[in-house]
Every structure is written in structure tokens, then in C-alpha cells.
């Protein structure tokens, strides 16, 4: 049910147009001022405010501004005994939704709050999507509790605030685009665009077009000039996955973005300006490919300003109950099922797992469990056949640990009573436990009997 809030001095017409307004399903309530209206609407969830222009401690057109600044949510209709056209400009200027005189277009009233409640729908729907996406793009969407994945969220939102270039390193699927995009939101430069390329998807002449774009005429097919990247993501952030599978040549123009702030594009002799923040990623050592070669010594010091390693998943197992269940959420609402639980055994696969692809196979095993079960609970039966005799395998080689000590430990028990029971008598010990004397001998000294 949405709310109207009528400001009018006069009590009478306040009355007929909460009587008609309620009539149409509406919540209504009064005010006789606008300081009684400020009140009303900081203590009330308004959704349309009518408001005669002309009111005892000021007036319509002027607070029309002051509402939209407190509560820009709400939609605004102006009523006025004598409508003028400056009046009309200066409304809509403010932010009024209309502006209508009163008598002559009171047949306007109810069309204009339904067309006001449509467009209050319209922005709680869509404030509603900025929520949804702040989250997933927030650290808010990095689930875990960990010491490891919260030592790495805290350096994170450290230099989110800054704008020195950050490498991410870490195992592949350990969640790295996450960190960066959640980096980019907390930082000065979110309102601007983020864009992440992975390095490893495009061959040299691709990777270059892409990153820097091209001048009409480059090459064959280039018809018009077009934006690369670091065109398109001025003032914002690029995110460079797999920087370690650029090409030299490439690594060279990147160099020259990150000291100068500019860029050459294919087929252009005029260098490009361009105001970016680099997030980097990669699961190789880049030292190492330093040594071989394979990446520029330089470059590696201007993106490794500060560096963070995300744990991987074997790191921190305590948060794998927690990521399971964030997505088993995910995908039984995106198939329509109801589970909402895990088989004790379930669980225990899990986390005896090694997860060599990290979180992104974690999420992967779950969408496939969800889609095999028809139950309100995820049983081990759903779980993958490696997963499954990777378990059965663990269970054996304990079960089989546990019998022995056991066995061993009662023997050794038994052998210490009975020598104890014989006063050392080694023979007569032999004779009760009905066994010989050699095995006796071995077994003292495999089990260390004194």
C-alpha cells in the first residue's frame, strides 16, 4: 500500500482529499504546515507528498527542493490556487513529479498519484538492484571467517582506499576477480567503469587491439578508430587476469601506461592519455618467470607495489561449510528446489577434499549435487566419483590406522600384565599368553617392554 502525505493549510480541503484518496487504496495522512509535514515525513515511509504551493511557513515550490534533498525517494505533486509557468519551471526543476492548479484539474489528482506510485515502484525496484549488486561487488560477497581469508579482506579494503596498483596472487578459483571488482567498489574510482580482461584469452595481436585499441586503417578490417580498454576505463579500474601470460612486447606498452599514464594504439603515432587504477592477477610465480624470461623485471616491481596471496581453498577449510552453503542457496533457488541442509557425510567429503580448483570447484560440485538431488538435504551419493573414493579412501586407510594401534596396543597391554602377573618369568608368561617363547622375546622388543 503506498502512502500520500497532504500538505494544505486549508482543513477542509485536507479532509475531501484524504476521504477520495483513501477511497482509492491509499494511506493518508495531514499535515496543516510544512514543519508538521518535515516531521511527518522523518518519523513515516512516504511515498507521494501533495502540497499546496502557498502555506503559512513557506512555501511549496521551495520545500519541494528541501524534501527531494532529505528524502529523494519520494515523488512530489504540487497543488496552487494560481498556477504560473516560471512557478511550473522552478517545480520541476526541484524535482516535483507535477505541478497542477487546483479546481480546474482535480480530475488530474488520482491519474497523477497512480503514475507517481508506478514510478515509487519503479525506484524501490531499482534501489533494490543497487543493493543486490553493492553486494555482490562489495567485500560484503566474500564469505569466510577465517584467519587466512580475513587477514587478505583487511589488507584489501587497506589499499581499496588508495590507488596504488595492487597483484593478486594466489591458486586459480581462489576468488581473484572478487577481490578486485570488491577492491574497485570501496575505492574513489567506483563510480567510473570497472573492466577486467584475462591475458591468457587472446592471442598478441588480439591482446594489443583489445588493451589499446587501433586507428582507422591499422590493419585490414579497421574501418574506424575504436577504444581499447584503457580508453574505456578511464577514471575507473582495469583488472588484468593471468598477467603472466602476456607477451613481452605487450608487458613493454603496459610499462609505459603504468610510468607515463599514456599508450600508443595500432597504427597510431600520437599517444593516448588515459587516467586508470591496475589491479593485477596471476596464479604463476612471477619471480620465477623473471628468471626464464618470460616476464619483464621492471614491470614486475611497478605492479607488485602491494601485493596480496589468497589463501586457497585447502588453507582454509573452516570456511568451506559456509561457501557450501551460500551455494546450495544459490542454485536451489535459481532450479526451484527446496534443500537447505547437508548429510553429515556430505560435508566430511567435502572437507577431507583437496580442492585443486578452489572455490570455483567447490561451487561447480554443488551445482552438480543440486542438480541430482530431489531431497531437502545434499547426500554424498550426489558428490562426484572422485570425491567420493578419495573418501572412501581416507575412511579405509583410518579404519585400517585405528585396527592396528588398537590391536597392537591391546597386545602390549596383555604381554605387561601377564609379565607382571609372572614377576618377569619370561617361560611361564609364554606358557599363559599360549605362545613361544621366541615370539615372546619379539614381541618385548618390538613393543619396547621393559
Known amino acids: 500500500m503506498n502512502t500520500v502525505l497532504i500538505i494544505d493549510d486549508e482543513a477542509k480541503i485536507r479532509s475531501l482529499l484524504s476521504r477520495i484518496i483513501s477511497l482509492e487504496g491509499f494511506e493518508v495522512f495531514e499535515a496543516g504546515n510544512l514543519k508538521s509535514a518535515l516531521k511527518r515525513l522523518e518519523i513515516s515511509n512516504i511515498d507521494i507528498v501533495l502540497c499546496d504551493v502557498k502555506l503559512p511557513d513557506g512555501n511549496g515550490v521551495e520545500f519541494s527542493k528541501t524534501m527531494k534533498d532529505k528524502f529523494p ?5 504540487l497543488l496552487t490556487a494560481f498556477g504560473n509557468i516560471p512557478d511550473g519551471v522552478m517545480a520541476i526543476k526541484n524535482g516535483a513529479f507535477d505541478y497542477i492548479t487546483k479546481g480546474d484539474d482535480n480530475t488530474k489528482i488520482l491519474p497523477l498519484l497512480y503514475k507517481a506510485a508506478e514510478k515509487v515502484a519503479l525506484n524501490k525496484r531499482v534501489l533494490q538492484l ?3 549488486l553493492d553486494s555482490k561487488q562489495s567485500f560484503k560477497s566474500i564469505i569466510g571467517k577465517s584467519v587466512e581469508i580475513t587477514s587478505a579482506v583487511s589488507s ?3 589499499v581499496a582506499i588508495t590507488d596504488a596498483t595492487v597483484l593478486l596472487t594466489g591458486e586459480t578459483g581462489t576468488g581473484k576477480e572478487v577481490f578486485a571488482q570488491a577492491i574497485h567498489h570501496a575505492s574513489k574510482r567506483s563510480k567510473h567503469n570497472f573492466i577486467a580482461v584475462n591475458c591468457s584469452a587472446f592471442g598478441k595481436e588480439l591482446l594489443e587491439n583489445e588493451l589499446f585499441g587501433h586507428k582507422a586503417g591499422a590493419f585490414t578490417g579497421a574501418l574506424k578508430d575504436s577504444k581499447g580498454i584503457f580508453e574505456e576505463a578511464n577514471l575507473g579500474t582495469v583488472f588484468l587476469d593471468e598477467i603472466g601470460e602476456m607477451p613481452l612486447d605487450l608487458q613493454a606498452k603496459l610499462l609505459r601506461v603504468l610510468e607515463s599514464g599514456e599508450f600508443l594504439k595500432v597504427g597510431d603515432s600520437k599517444p593516448t592519455k ?24 621492471d614491470l614486475y616491481y611497478r605492479i607488485n607495489i602491494f601485493n596480496i596471496k589468497l589463501p586457497s581453498l585447502r588453507e582454509r577449510v573452516a570456511d568451506i561449510e559456509s561457501l ?24 566430511k567429503a567435502l572437507k577431507n577434499h583437496q580442492w585443486k580448483g578452489n572455490i570455483r570447484e567447490l561451487r561447480n560440485v554443488i551445482e552438480r549435487s543440486v542438480i541430482l538431488t530431489d531431497s531437502s538435504k545434499l547426500s554424498s551419493d550426489s558428490l562426484p566419483v572422485d570425491i567420493l573414493a578419495k573418501q572412501e579412501q581416507n575412511e579405509f586407510s583410518q579404519s ?19 609379565l607382571k602377573h609372572t614377576n618377569g618369568n619370561k617361560a611361564e608368561a609364554a606358557r599363559l599368553l599360549e605362545i613361544g617363547i621366541a615370539t615372546l622375546y619379539r614381541k618385548i622388543e618390538e613393543y619396547s617392554i621393559s
Request: proline share 0%; hydrophobic share 40%.
Open 156 to 158: 584489501a579494503q587497506k
Open 73 to 77: 525517494a519520494v515523488e512530489i505533486i
Open 274 to 297: 588515459t587516467d586508470v587504477r591496475i589491479i593485477a592477477a596471476t596464479n604463476r610465480d612471477l619471480e620465477t618467470e623473471i628468471e626464464t624470461g618470460n616476464f619483464r623485471e
Open 130 to 132: 543497487e543493493k543486490q
Open 324 to 347: 557450501a552453503s551460500h551455494f546450495l542457496k544459490t542454485f536451489s533457488q535459481k532450479m526451484g528446489k527446496n534443500i537447505s541442509s547437508f548429510s553429515d557425510d556430505y560435508l
Open 400 to 418: 585400517k590406522m585405528m585396527s592396528a594401534f588398537s590391536m597392537a596396543s591391546a597386545e602390549r597391554m596383555q604381554i605387561q600384565k601377564i
